[in-house]
């Protein structure tokens, strides 16, 4: 057997074996811990449920309900949104309130996102007019649970933030778009934001909703996208390269997908789909690309990892 032909073999086996990891789902439970909401519209008993690695729930009821978790860095503290007065709260693995702070009169919060390194998160602030729906605006707001302060950062009322991630080297990353009538209708934008002069670079047309991944160096995002000569427009699941500017479409019919997050820095992918919200669980492939092993429709609405090196003691 001469060398050419040995290479060869090597490469067909290679590819035989991503192609297995393409096709084959070996798993079937949902990896690590996570928190979801009973029902991520409207939430009025305030219950949450918690799994745990065994796989065991655990109902926990409160006397208000939170939205939008968003574990720390450290793995040992949540921000979240109250549904019942609307302020941004910092809960303990247990869903227990530690802090909160109010967001002022007529803000809704839209999306959360930890600043590295800090006891400080990113929030956009949505203040709607329901007399006048184009004159709704967006904020994007500090909020420090060291100091217990709402700090202004970014405040454009002709400018729409849709979803945030902040990297660990601090840039911010969202998704919107001009508020103006002209542009209502014409889709989402990735943009990518200096946190110290606040300059804001246009990276992509189509993103929604965006999670970092691979130490920061990727997005993985939901969206829409507009085919076959414009005429329709689907819903897409992608990945977003920082560093190439190239987008890789992992679905193009990816139905209607509610929610997303990652776990284990994009391993898996966790997303809420369809009016029932059932949740599907996406694992990485060898190419880089994601596949849907399970769907388990009875657990309803948004879900959040803590890191997998990171994960706080429930056992106690």
């Keep these: 057997m001469n060398k050419k032909r040995l290479l060869i073999i090597i490469a067909l086996l290679i590819l035989g074996w991503c192609v297995f990891q393409v096709a084959v789902t070996p798993w079937g439970e949902l990896p690590g811990k996570l928190i979801y909401q009973t029902n991520r519209i409207n939430v ?75 006891d400080q998160v990113f929030v956009i602030e949505h203040f709607s007019n329901a007399l006048d729906a184009a004159s709704s605006f967006d904020h994007l707001t500090i909020y420090d649970f060291s100091t217990n302060q709402r700090i202004p950062f970014y405040a454009n009322n002709d400018f729409t933030i849709y979803d945030i991630a902040v990297a660990r080297n601090g840039d911010i990353f969202f998704t919107g778009g001009p508020a103006a009538p002209e542009h209502l209708g014409k889709g989402f934008f990735l943009y990518r934001m200096d946190p110290q002069t606040k300059k804001m670079t246009l990276l992509s047309q189509g993103p929604r909703q965006i999670e970092l991944i691979d130490n920061g160096k990727k997005i993985v995002f ?26 890789r479409y992992i679905s193009f019919f990816a139905g209607d997908i509610r929610q997303m997050t990652v776990v284990e820095d994009g391993k898996y992918l966790v997303t809420a789909e369809g009016e029932g919200n059932a949740v599907v669980l996406y694992k990485r492939s060898l190419l880089g690309g994601f596949k849907r092993p399970i769907t388990k429709p009875e657990m309803l609405a948004y879900l959040d990892f803590p890191s997998q090196d990171q994960y706080p003691d429930w056992t106690a």
């Design 44 to 118: 009025k008993d305030g219950k949450a449920n918690i799994i745990r690695e065994s796989g065991k729930q655990e109902k926990i009821v409160g006397s208000e309900g939170f939205y939008c978790y968003k574990w720390a860095p450290d793995g040992e503290k949540i921000a979240a949104f109250s549904d019942k007065k609307g302020d941004v709260v910092l809960l303990d693995p247990k869903c227990e309130i530690l802090q909160r702070i109010e967001m002022p009169d007529g803000a809704m919060g839209m999306d959360i996102s930890w600043r590295p390194k800090s």
């Design 222 to 247: 939901v969206g829409s996208l507009r085919i076959f000569g414009q005429l329709i427009t689907t819903c897409v699941l992608g990945v977003y390269d920082i560093k190439t500017g190239f987008t």
